[in-house]
């Protein structure tokens, strides 16, 4: 039995208070020696008679912690009678930093504790709780190397963080009043509010009607009561996009019906935007005119101690960039943006390293993977390369690999956006340090006008590294599973091998020989992305028949208009072809008129489904055809129908409109559920899968998904990564490292 030894654990081990709970396991086991964050590990020198007992306890780590491997070695030292911290010293980066958490029950109650030395103070945590990824700027994790660096501890806090009973022991975030960052509020030009109480001042600006940007962990929110939503709208030109709220736990279940995993996951420590469905459908339409509201509960000391003060039992809070924007985290720039659009500011002097916007999650599926979740960290093995993977164009996030491990970056927005694209360099540069990586390929979009794939060209060649495209649909198969399958894909955009916009699409074989068998009927998009802004130019596109020419002229198309159109398809004048469900979505939504202008992405789709919610779906007749060796679901037959079923519905008022899009949903998900059960039995597979953005409407998903397992097959859904275009980059990197190897 061994007395002593040298041990080294690797994983996430940084920022979890790993040091902390071996000095107590140590203590617990009469055991001396030291421990120390070794880059990003933790090396350990143990000795004493019951070594083993404490090996077994430090196998487990602390409840943040992920650990990979625990090495033992001789010590080759004697250790001294005590056991201590020895500070850190640069060593090997093979784990990484947690994502940012809620601040834990214990912490709430100190600031709750009436004379407690931690009442009212905001940024109070412990070793359990609060920022990480957003505060560091280099491992191993330490209060220099982070944005905590210049707030000295006081005497107070200097005791809790060397008292081994304490649970702020090494927590590298302790602070109090007396030495932590501190609150400023200041008008919307600039003029700091003089007052006693920032926080209750605060609320009562807020339950008056005001509309403040509030800094909080990994950047800016806007912040108003419900009442004053509708302005708030105004003011950012945003008439028709939902917003997310953050609201008082006891009144959440007044307001929307929250499920048993949906409590837990709004209650958990990632504390996400969870997507819920209201208890009366058309309430509450200045926060959200679809059957959903994005819900959150606080978050952070600052959020707890503004709802102890608030009236109201809600408030807006949406980010205040512009969607596809990375976070304002500076007060500055804030200033500068948005002195327009908020009454105040809130802010604090605690510097935002890495920005990081808030999760989103719906039926627990994640639509946004960001602060909580993010930066994720999952073992898969690619060989031996460090591989990059840039992602795509819109929602994009970047993945690095290296040593067994992806790691995937925080939500980072559409890169077509000059400020976006920045981002998404920083972004790199950051995650990499943090992971210590050279790359030798990167991979990205095959699109070759994306700015991310002319990004990694630029990368490739200063570096050397090989480059490697991987075509879109192909990295959400990639990123659902590496077991032989048939993937389902189904979203808005993604380049295709033909050079046109793909995103209804079957495939079959095991990455990277991914065989394209299936997909929805090509159909045209005149005027390209303006058929996307304009999705009645797309239902034109599909039915270019007079029954649609009289719906447009009805709703104030001219006759000049509709010529325009006819011209540009007839002559095939900026006519792009796709064969997307997103598109074909847009397109049913406005033949009801549910939607005619998209404002924010999605919306034409996401109004669809809401309006279906309350129908009952009919069963249609579905039309497939072979072309070029792949089977083809006829879009244009389903469109048809529901013409003809808006048609008698505008006649004799007899089919609901909300039953006409339940009917399209559910049919479309069965002529896609087919094209996978067909391809599946020719080719022998047990597996299908189901990816892309589309997937996120619950009745289109579980349509298909109760199709294929009718038919015998397993089916498997990615919880772990977003449905949509989140999980390209961790995608592309799997496909990557699997065609390099292979």
């Not at 990003?40 to 077994?56: K, P, T």
């Not at 957003?134 to 190397?145: A, G, M, V, W």
């Not at 000295?152 to 602070?175: G, K, L, M």
């Not at 001219?558 to 004048?573: C, W």
């Amino acid at each position: 039995m061994r007395h002593s030894g040298k041990i080294i654990i690797r994983g996430i081990v940084q920022g979890v208070g790993f040091r902390p709970f071996v000095y107590r396991k140590a203590k617990e086991n009469g055991i001396s020696g030291w421990v120390k964050n070794l880059g990003s590990e933790v090396e350990i020198c143990a000795e004493g008679d019951h070594f083993e007992d404490f090996l077994r306890a430090v196998r487990s780590g602390p409840p943040l912690s992920r650990i990979d491997s625990v090495q033992v070695l001789p010590s080759g030292e004697s250790c001294d009678q005590d056991f201590t911290i020895l500070p850190s010293s640069s060593g090997a980066l093979s784990g990484m930093i947690p994502p940012d958490i809620a601040t834990c029950d214990e912490c709430i109650a100190d600031i709750s504790c009436h004379g407690g030395r931690y009442e009212g103070y905001w940024a109070t945590s412990c070793v359990n709780c609060g920022p990480r990824y957003s505060i560091i700027s280099d491992l191993p994790y330490d209060r220099e190397r982070t944005s905590m660096g210049i707030f000295p501890q006081c005497p107070a806090c200097s005791r809790e963080y060397h008292d081994p009973s304490c649970r702020r022991h090494h927590a590298q975030t302790i602070a109090c009043s007396d030495c932590g960052p501190l609150l400023s509020l200041f008008d919307k030009d600039g003029n700091d509010i003089e007052c006693g109480d920032i926080i209750r001042e605060t609320a009562m600006l807020l339950d008056s009607g005001s509309i403040i940007a509030i800094r909080g962990i990994g950047g800016f929110h806007l912040a108003c009561i419900e009442e004053s939503a509708r302005e708030l709208k105004s003011r950012l030109g945003r008439s028709e996009q939902p917003f997310a709220i953050m609201i008082r736990p006891d009144y959440i279940d007044r307001i929307v019906k929250v499920s048993a995993a949906e409590r837990l996951m709004l209650e958990s420590s990632e504390r996400p935007i969870v997507v819920l469905e209201k208890r009366d459908p058309s309430a509450h339409p200045a926060i959200s005119n679809l059957h959903t509201i994005g819900c959150m509960l606080p978050y952070s000391g600052l959020h707890h101690l503004l709802f102890s003060h608030l009236k109201h039992p809600l408030l807006i809070m949406t980010s205040a960039n512009m969607p596809g924007y990375p976070m304002i985290t500076d007060i500055d720039q804030s200033m500068a943006k948005l002195n327009r659009d908020v009454d105040f500011f809130l802010t604090h002097d605690r510097r935002i390293v890495n920005r990081c916007d808030d999760s989103v999650v719906r039926d627990g599926y994640i639509i946004r993977l960001s602060r909580g979740m993010a930066p994720k960290r999952v073992a898969v093995d690619l060989g031996p390369s460090a591989i990059l993977a840039v992602g795509p164009e819109l929602n994009s996030n970047v993945t690095m690999y290296r040593d067994g491990f992806c790691t995937t970056s925080p939500h980072v927005g559409n890169v077509r956006n000059p400020r976006t694209f920045e981002y998404l360099k920083e972004t790199i540069e950051n995650l990499g340090r943090l992971l210590g990586a050279r790359f030798d390929c990167i991979a990205h979009d095959a699109h070759p006008q994306f700015l991310s794939t002319r990004y990694a060209r630029e990368l490739a060649e200063a570096s050397g590294a090989e480059l490697i495209p991987v075509q879109h649909h192909r990295a959400h198969v990639a990123a659902s599973t590496t077991e032989p399958c048939v993937g389902i894909t189904i979203d808005g955009v993604g380049y295709g091998d033909d050079g046109t916009v793909w995103g209804g699409e079957i495939f079959a074989g095991q990455v990277p020989d991914l065989e394209r068998v299936a997909h929805l009927e090509v159909v045209p998009m005149p005027g390209g992305d303006l058929a996307t802004t304009y999705p009645e130019r797309m239902l034109y596109g599909i039915l270019p028949e007079e029954g649609v020419e009289e719906i447009l002229m009805s709703r104030g198309w001219t006759d000049v208009e509709l010529d325009i159109l006819k011209a540009q398809l007839s002559q095939g004048l900026n006519v792009a072809q796709t064969s997307s469900t997103g598109r074909v979505l847009d397109a049913v939504s406005a033949l009801l008129g549910i939607c005619r202008e998209k404002t924010y992405d999605g919306e034409p789709a996401m109004k669809l489904e809401g309006a279906a919610v309350s129908g009952k779906p009919w069963v249609w007749d579905l039309e497939y055809f072979r072309n070029g060796g792949c089977e083809i679901l006829s879009t244009k037959t389903l469109c048809h129908r529901a013409l003809i079923e808006y048609q008698h519905e505008r006649l004799a008022g007899s089919r609901k409109i909300a039953d006409i899009a339940a009917s399209f949903q559910y049919n479309l998900a069965r002529g896609i559920a087919g094209l996978a059960i067909h391809t599946a039995r020719d080719r022998a597979l047990d597996l299908v899968i189901l990816s892309g953005g589309v997937a996120y409407n619950r009745a289109i998903r579980e349509t298909i998904g109760d199709q294929v397992r009718s038919a015998g097959l397993e089916f498997v859904i990615n919880a772990d990564l977003p449905l949509g275009d989140g999980c390209i980059s961790f995608g592309q990197c799997v496909y990557a490292g699997l065609l390099k190897n292979r």
